[in-house]
């Protein structure tokens, strides 16, 4: 491809830019910029010679494209390295050409880090990919969009394409994505109790469009690092420094049973707004108020629905009840 720069729009732009911002128009999943300056000299040339992928171009300058080449590198291209192909259990609710909806068990890792290198959610997606003949080494972490904490349980959503994992980690950045988790606590609680079945009340969201009724505690402010432990996050009604905004919508369904919707997803939004409430998860010794403390391996607290708009619109469910 050979792309003459035009004078009103184009002059006194980066080529790394400029390059990128074609691939892209002609429907690449386009590299990142990092990728291209790799290969920049070999597939990027300005009025028939090497450029720098710094210069700035002028009105008039040719500039040729070796998409064939880019497409050789893109294939071989692998953003999943120390992430290890490992076959485990994994308990597939529901599988598309792009996505892979999972439900994870308490007490394993989403994704490798310092303390477990393998045997995580990450690992076995791949594995299980990479068996079928359908993993792409052009997805990060084999595919992860959103994560939950070892020590929770529920439906997770993994991307099986590059296109779907952009577009789905848009969806949870922008909040677009319905999220129902199921927890129980210990303590004493103020909210009303709500006698409802679990299924009931998720057929009433959906067919509410997830609008939250009055039953619904609305609970807003912000979480940060807690400073006395640095394990723990802290939810606080007023911002502090280097805090996120935080909303969570939370029903009590039992004596110590509550439905938490949240709108933000914040680290550790649920457990540390249901301690701020003084009802911490059971199970959670790092929020409890105890003399135990530490990193628990399960806790009380279930995704069990995730509801978004794929990306053909139409809107999906996956539920666990």
């Given at each position: 491809?050979?792309?003459?720069v035009?004078?009103?729009?184009?002059?006194?732009?980066?080529?790394?830019?400029?390059?990128?911002?074609?691939?892209?128009e002609?429907?690449?999943?386009?590299?990142?910029?990092?990728?291209l300056?790799?290969?920049?000299?070999?597939?990027?040339?300005?009025?028939?010679?090497e450029?720098?992928?710094?210069?700035?171009?002028?009105?008039?300058d040719?500039?040729?494209?070796?998409?064939e080449r880019?497409?050789?590198e893109?294939?071989?291209?692998?953003?999943?390295i120390?992430?290890?192909?490992?076959?485990?259990?994994?308990d597939?609710?529901?599988?598309?050409e792009?996505?892979?909806?999972?439900?994870k068990?308490?007490g394993?890792?989403?994704?490798?880090g310092m303390?477990n290198?393998?045997?995580?959610?990450?690992?076995?997606?791949r594995?299980?990919?990479e068996?079928?003949?359908e993993?792409?080494?052009?997805?990060?972490?084999?595919?992860?969009?959103?994560?939950?904490d070892?020590?929770?349980?529920?439906?997770?959503?993994?991307?099986?394409?590059?296109k779907?994992?952009?577009?789905?980690?848009g969806?949870?950045?922008?909040?677009?994505?319905?999220?129902?988790?199921?927890?129980?606590?210990?303590g004493?609680?103020a909210?009303?109790i709500y006698?409802?079945?679990i299924?009931?009340?998720?057929?009433?969201?959906q067919?509410?469009?997830?609008?939250?009724?009055?039953?619904?505690?609305?609970?807003?402010g912000?979480?940060?690092?807690?400073?006395?432990?640095?394990?723990?996050?802290?939810?606080?009604?007023?911002?502090?420094?280097?805090?996120k905004?935080?909303?969570?919508?939370?029903?009590?369904?039992?004596?110590?049973?509550?439905?938490v919707?949240?709108?933000?997803?914040?680290?550790?939004?649920?457990?540390?707004?249901?301690?701020?409430?003084?009802?911490?998860?059971?199970?959670?010794?790092?929020?409890?108020?105890t003399?135990?403390?530490?990193?628990p391996e399960?806790?009380?607290?279930?995704?069990?629905?995730?509801?978004?708009?794929?990306?053909?619109g139409?809107?999906v469910?996956?539920?666990?009840?």
């Amino acid at each position: 491809m050979i792309v003459t720069v035009e004078k009103e729009n184009k002059s006194n732009v980066r080529v790394d830019l400029f390059v990128l911002e074609k691939l892209k128009e002609l429907g690449f999943e386009a590299p990142s910029r990092t990728f291209l300056h790799k290969i920049f000299k070999e597939v990027v040339k300005v009025n028939d010679r090497e450029s720098k992928s710094s210069y700035k171009l002028k009105a008039g300058d040719r500039v040729e494209i070796s998409e064939e080449r880019i497409v050789q590198e893109l294939e071989q291209q692998d953003n999943n390295i120390g992430i290890v192909p490992q076959l485990g259990d994994l308990d597939i609710l529901h599988e598309t050409e792009q996505y892979l909806v999972l439900k994870k068990p308490k007490g394993i890792a989403v994704h490798p880090g310092m303390k477990n290198a393998d045997s995580t959610l990450v690992n076995f997606v791949r594995g299980y990919l990479e068996k079928k003949g359908e993993f792409d080494t052009r997805l990060n972490r084999a595919g992860l969009v959103h994560r939950l904490d070892k020590c929770v349980s529920g439906v997770m959503i993994f991307a099986k394409t590059p296109k779907a994992q952009e577009y789905l980690q848009g969806e949870f950045e922008n909040h677009e994505i319905k999220k129902i988790y199921h927890a129980r606590a210990v303590g004493e609680s103020a909210l009303t109790i709500y006698e409802k079945d679990i299924k009931e009340e998720l057929d009433t969201l959906q067919k509410n469009n997830f609008e939250m009724d009055e039953s619904w505690s609305l609970y807003e402010g912000y979480i940060g690092r807690d400073r006395k432990n640095r394990l723990r996050m802290e939810f606080k009604k007023e911002k502090s420094p280097n805090s996120k905004k935080a909303i969570s919508y939370i029903k009590r369904i039992g004596k110590n049973e509550y439905l938490v919707n949240i709108l933000t997803g914040r680290m550790h939004q649920i457990r540390a707004t249901l301690a701020y409430m003084g009802i911490p998860i059971e199970g959670d010794l790092l929020y409890e108020k105890t003399k135990k403390d530490g990193i628990p391996e399960q806790i009380e607290l279930e995704s069990i629905l995730i509801s978004f708009e794929d990306m053909d619109g139409k809107v999906v469910t996956f539920r666990l009840y």
